[in-house]
Protein backbone atom coordinates (compact mmCIF):
# COMPACT_ATOMS: atom_id res chain seq x y z
CA UNK A 1 0.00 0.00 0.00
CA UNK A 2 1.29 3.21 -0.80
CA UNK A 3 1.33 6.08 1.76
CA UNK A 4 3.14 7.65 4.40
CA UNK A 5 4.81 6.77 7.28
CA UNK A 6 6.03 8.51 10.58
CA UNK A 7 8.33 7.32 13.45
CA UNK A 8 8.36 7.07 16.10
CA UNK A 9 4.77 7.49 17.12
CA UNK A 10 5.61 8.67 20.55
CA UNK A 11 8.97 10.23 21.38
CA UNK A 12 10.25 12.01 24.62
CA UNK A 13 13.42 14.01 24.85
CA UNK A 14 15.16 15.52 27.72
CA UNK A 15 15.65 19.36 27.79
CA UNK A 16 19.21 19.83 25.87
CA UNK A 17 19.20 17.01 23.36
CA UNK A 18 18.24 16.82 19.66
CA UNK A 19 16.17 14.82 18.44
CA UNK A 20 14.91 13.43 14.86
CA UNK A 21 11.97 12.19 13.50
CA UNK A 22 11.34 10.41 10.67
CA UNK A 23 9.02 10.71 7.35
CA UNK A 24 9.17 8.10 4.46
CA UNK A 25 6.60 7.92 1.23
CA UNK A 26 6.56 5.71 -0.91
CA UNK A 27 3.88 7.92 -3.10
CA UNK A 28 6.61 8.92 -5.65
CA UNK A 29 5.67 12.29 -4.40
CA UNK A 30 7.78 15.24 -5.34
CA UNK A 31 6.82 17.60 -2.68
CA UNK A 32 6.84 16.98 1.84
CA UNK A 33 6.25 19.07 4.75
CA UNK A 34 6.24 19.15 8.02
CA UNK A 35 4.02 20.35 10.12
CA UNK A 36 3.53 21.57 13.76
CA UNK A 37 -0.34 21.18 15.72
CA UNK A 38 -0.93 22.51 19.15
CA UNK A 39 -3.97 22.60 21.30
CA UNK A 40 -6.18 25.20 19.50
CA UNK A 41 -4.07 26.62 16.92
CA UNK A 42 -4.39 24.16 13.77
CA UNK A 43 -1.14 23.45 11.61
CA UNK A 44 1.78 25.86 11.72
CA UNK A 45 3.97 25.04 8.40
CA UNK A 46 7.86 23.90 9.43
CA UNK A 47 9.65 23.63 6.49
CA UNK A 48 8.52 22.32 2.77
CA UNK A 49 10.79 20.34 0.07
CA UNK A 50 9.85 20.42 -3.58
CA UNK A 51 12.73 18.31 -4.58
CA UNK A 52 15.54 16.35 -3.46
CA UNK A 53 18.25 18.75 -2.29
CA UNK A 54 16.40 21.55 -1.88
CA UNK A 55 14.15 22.83 1.03
CA UNK A 56 12.41 25.67 2.42
CA UNK A 57 11.80 27.61 5.71
CA UNK A 58 8.19 27.44 6.59
CA UNK A 59 6.14 30.26 9.04
CA UNK A 60 8.11 28.76 12.35
CA UNK A 61 11.47 27.17 11.26
CA UNK A 62 13.32 28.28 14.11
CA UNK A 63 14.51 25.63 16.45
CA UNK A 64 14.36 23.11 13.51
CA UNK A 65 16.06 21.67 10.87
CA UNK A 66 15.45 19.14 8.02
CA UNK A 67 17.31 17.05 5.22
CA UNK A 68 15.90 15.79 1.65
CA UNK A 69 19.33 13.66 0.54
CA UNK A 70 16.26 11.41 -1.15
CA UNK A 71 13.11 11.96 -2.72
CA UNK A 72 11.07 9.30 -0.41
CA UNK A 73 12.81 10.92 3.41
CA UNK A 74 12.64 13.29 4.77
CA UNK A 75 13.62 13.72 8.39
CA UNK A 76 13.05 16.75 10.49
CA UNK A 77 15.56 17.67 13.48
CA UNK A 78 13.89 19.83 16.69
CA UNK A 79 17.14 20.77 17.96
CA UNK A 80 17.78 22.10 21.78
CA UNK A 81 17.27 25.71 20.08
CA UNK A 82 13.52 25.31 19.74
CA UNK A 83 11.99 26.78 23.21
CA UNK A 84 9.02 24.70 23.13
CA UNK A 85 9.06 21.75 21.64
CA UNK A 86 6.50 19.92 23.25
CA UNK A 87 4.04 18.94 19.86
CA UNK A 88 2.56 16.88 17.64
CA UNK A 89 4.11 16.64 14.43
CA UNK A 90 2.78 15.67 11.04
CA UNK A 91 4.69 15.34 7.71
CA UNK A 92 3.08 15.42 4.39
CA UNK A 93 3.29 15.13 1.06
CA UNK A 94 1.92 15.78 -2.66
CA UNK A 95 2.68 14.92 -6.01
CA UNK A 96 4.31 18.28 -6.39
CA UNK A 97 4.19 22.11 -4.54
CA UNK A 98 1.17 23.84 -5.78
CA UNK A 99 -2.44 24.51 -5.45
CA UNK A 100 -3.77 21.69 -7.89
CA UNK A 101 -2.61 19.03 -6.03
CA UNK A 102 -3.57 17.22 -2.47
CA UNK A 103 -1.75 16.82 -0.07
CA UNK A 104 -1.62 13.46 2.37
CA UNK A 105 -0.58 13.26 6.00
CA UNK A 106 1.10 10.71 7.99
CA UNK A 107 -0.03 9.72 11.24
CA UNK A 108 2.27 12.14 12.97
CA UNK A 109 4.69 12.23 15.92
CA UNK A 110 3.82 13.52 19.49
CA UNK A 111 7.00 15.07 21.11
CA UNK A 112 7.31 15.63 24.44
CA UNK A 113 10.01 16.91 26.44
CA UNK A 114 10.87 16.14 30.30
CA UNK B 1 -1.27 37.29 4.27
CA UNK B 2 -4.20 35.08 4.27
CA UNK B 3 -5.79 34.20 7.39
CA UNK B 4 -8.43 31.46 7.73
CA UNK B 5 -11.40 31.62 10.62
CA UNK B 6 -13.12 29.07 12.25
CA UNK B 7 -15.01 31.01 15.05
CA UNK B 8 -16.61 27.71 16.67
CA UNK B 9 -14.54 25.65 18.44
CA UNK B 10 -16.62 23.20 19.14
CA UNK B 11 -20.60 22.02 17.92
CA UNK B 12 -22.17 18.95 18.57
CA UNK B 13 -25.14 17.43 16.24
CA UNK B 14 -27.83 14.15 16.93
CA UNK B 15 -27.11 11.30 14.70
CA UNK B 16 -28.66 11.39 11.49
CA UNK B 17 -29.23 15.61 11.72
CA UNK B 18 -27.05 17.55 9.47
CA UNK B 19 -25.18 19.89 10.67
CA UNK B 20 -22.85 23.38 9.34
CA UNK B 21 -19.78 23.85 10.39
CA UNK B 22 -18.67 27.53 9.28
CA UNK B 23 -15.35 28.99 7.96
CA UNK B 24 -14.20 32.49 6.53
CA UNK B 25 -11.27 33.39 4.94
CA UNK B 26 -9.16 36.45 3.92
CA UNK B 27 -7.57 36.99 0.71
CA UNK B 28 -6.96 39.56 -2.08
CA UNK B 29 -6.48 36.82 -4.59
CA UNK B 30 -8.90 35.83 -7.35
CA UNK B 31 -7.56 31.88 -7.69
CA UNK B 32 -7.05 30.07 -5.14
CA UNK B 33 -8.16 26.32 -3.75
CA UNK B 34 -10.23 26.19 -0.37
CA UNK B 35 -10.27 22.78 2.05
CA UNK B 36 -11.79 20.93 4.62
CA UNK B 37 -9.42 18.44 6.62
CA UNK B 38 -11.11 15.76 9.30
CA UNK B 39 -8.86 14.83 12.04
CA UNK B 40 -10.39 12.10 14.09
CA UNK B 41 -9.35 10.89 17.14
CA UNK B 42 -6.86 8.92 15.89
CA UNK B 43 -5.06 12.21 14.24
CA UNK B 44 -4.63 10.98 10.75
CA UNK B 45 -5.57 14.09 8.49
CA UNK B 46 -7.72 13.12 5.91
CA UNK B 47 -9.25 15.57 3.24
CA UNK B 48 -12.71 15.67 2.47
CA UNK B 49 -13.58 17.71 0.00
CA UNK B 50 -12.00 20.88 -1.53
CA UNK B 51 -13.34 23.57 -3.84
CA UNK B 52 -12.17 25.55 -6.96
CA UNK B 53 -12.53 29.70 -6.57
CA UNK B 54 -13.25 29.24 -10.00
CA UNK B 55 -15.93 27.03 -9.57
CA UNK B 56 -19.66 28.01 -8.95
CA UNK B 57 -21.02 24.79 -8.39
CA UNK B 58 -20.47 24.00 -4.54
CA UNK B 59 -18.54 20.70 -4.44
CA UNK B 60 -20.49 17.39 -2.75
CA UNK B 61 -19.10 14.40 -1.62
CA UNK B 62 -21.33 11.70 -0.35
CA UNK B 63 -23.21 13.36 2.71
CA UNK B 64 -20.97 16.69 2.40
CA UNK B 65 -20.96 19.12 0.63
CA UNK B 66 -19.77 22.85 0.76
CA UNK B 67 -21.95 26.29 0.59
CA UNK B 68 -18.92 28.27 -1.03
CA UNK B 69 -19.80 32.40 -0.87
CA UNK B 70 -16.77 33.81 -2.83
CA UNK B 71 -18.00 37.25 -2.15
CA UNK B 72 -18.30 36.71 1.24
CA UNK B 73 -15.31 34.60 1.36
CA UNK B 74 -17.13 32.09 3.21
CA UNK B 75 -16.67 28.11 2.82
CA UNK B 76 -18.89 26.16 5.23
CA UNK B 77 -19.22 22.21 5.33
CA UNK B 78 -22.39 20.72 5.99
CA UNK B 79 -22.66 17.17 6.73
CA UNK B 80 -26.08 15.32 6.47
CA UNK B 81 -27.11 12.56 7.85
CA UNK B 82 -24.52 12.59 10.53
CA UNK B 83 -22.63 9.39 11.71
CA UNK B 84 -20.73 8.53 15.03
CA UNK B 85 -18.09 8.24 12.79
CA UNK B 86 -18.12 11.53 11.93
CA UNK B 87 -17.15 12.63 15.52
CA UNK B 88 -13.95 14.67 14.79
CA UNK B 89 -11.50 17.56 14.61
CA UNK B 90 -12.34 19.30 11.27
CA UNK B 91 -10.14 21.78 9.86
CA UNK B 92 -10.44 24.22 6.80
CA UNK B 93 -7.92 25.13 5.08
CA UNK B 94 -6.89 27.68 2.04
CA UNK B 95 -4.10 27.73 -0.78
CA UNK B 96 -3.61 30.27 -3.39
CA UNK B 97 -1.21 29.54 -5.85
CA UNK B 98 1.50 32.10 -5.98
CA UNK B 99 4.37 29.90 -7.66
CA UNK B 100 6.87 28.58 -5.30
CA UNK B 101 5.75 30.50 -2.59
CA UNK B 102 2.23 28.86 -2.32
CA UNK B 103 1.08 26.80 0.66
CA UNK B 104 -1.91 25.74 2.75
CA UNK B 105 -2.87 27.75 5.75
CA UNK B 106 -4.93 26.42 8.08
CA UNK B 107 -7.82 27.40 10.31
CA UNK B 108 -7.51 26.78 14.12
CA UNK B 109 -10.18 23.83 13.57
CA UNK B 110 -13.57 23.03 15.43
CA UNK B 111 -14.41 19.50 17.62
CA UNK B 112 -17.57 18.01 16.62
CA UNK B 113 -19.35 15.56 18.57
CA UNK B 114 -22.01 13.40 17.37
CA UNK B 115 -24.46 12.36 20.04
CA UNK B 116 -26.16 8.80 19.66
Known amino acids: DGGITQSPKYLFRKEGQNVTLSCEQN?????MYWYRQDPGQGLRLIYY???????QKGDIAEGYSVSREKKESFPLTVTSAQKNPTAFYLC?????????????FGPGTRLTVL | AQTVTQSQPEMSVQEAETVTLSCTYD???????LFWYKQPPSRQMILVIR??????QNATENRFSVNFQKAAKSFSLKISDSQLGDAAMYFC?????????????FGKGITLSVRP
Open chain 1, 92 to 104: ASSISRGTYNEQF
Open chain 1, 27 to 31: LNHDA
Open chain 1, 49 to 55: SQIVNDF
Open chain 2, 27 to 33: TSESDYY
Open chain 2, 51 to 56: QEAYKQ
Open chain 2, 93 to 105: AYIEYTGANSKLT
